[in-house]
């Protein structure tokens, strides 16, 4: 959907607008991008129902609410599992933030996020024991050098 519309530099500057800041006023994207709110709202409504802009987020500081492990987990499947089983599996697990198939050994990267080292623990062994997944390889997030909204 989102390929058939073409965007202008309006459109670039009002979604990066939106990126930096999702909860901004349109008269706040329009001073900035040199049109009026009403302009700015009908752009953000094509730009919507063309499914360019999927959704309007919060970000969190993970931290604040508790969550102080961030880990990146391989995930190693038997057979031909298939992308949707493999979702499937990673939903039941709400410390699954995000999940991808990936080239390589691993049939998927996911991004997990955990109160302490323990709830990770238990989370791996949870993923473990389904019966697709024949072992995870993890990684633990130490800092970060770059965030998304930089």
């Known amino acids: ?78 057979g031909r599992t298939s992308a949707a089983e493999i979702a499937r599996i990673v939903s039941r697990h709400p410390e699954v933030l995000e999940a991808y198939t990936v080239t390589g050994d691993a049939n998927a990267l996911l991004r997990v996020r955990t109160t302490d080292t323990a709830h990770l623990e238990r989370t791996l062994e949870n993923l473990r024991s389904e019966p697709a997944v024949l072992q995870t390889k993890s990684s633990i997030a130490l800092s970060r050098l770059i965030s998304p909204t930089s």
Not at 27 to 51: F, M, Q, T, Y
């Open 1 to 78: 959907m989102s390929g058939s519309l073409r965007l202008d530099s309006q459109d670039r500057l009002i979604v990066a607008h939106l990126e930096r800041n999702a909860r901004s006023s349109f008269a706040a994207i329009g001073a900035e991008v040199g049109l009026s709110a009403p302009a700015v709202k009908r752009r953000v409504d094509r730009l919507v129902a063309s499914g360019v802009i999927t959704g309007f987020h919060a970000a969190l500081d993970a931290r604040a609410l508790g969550h102080d492990v961030e880990a990146f987990v391989e995930l190693h499947c038997s």
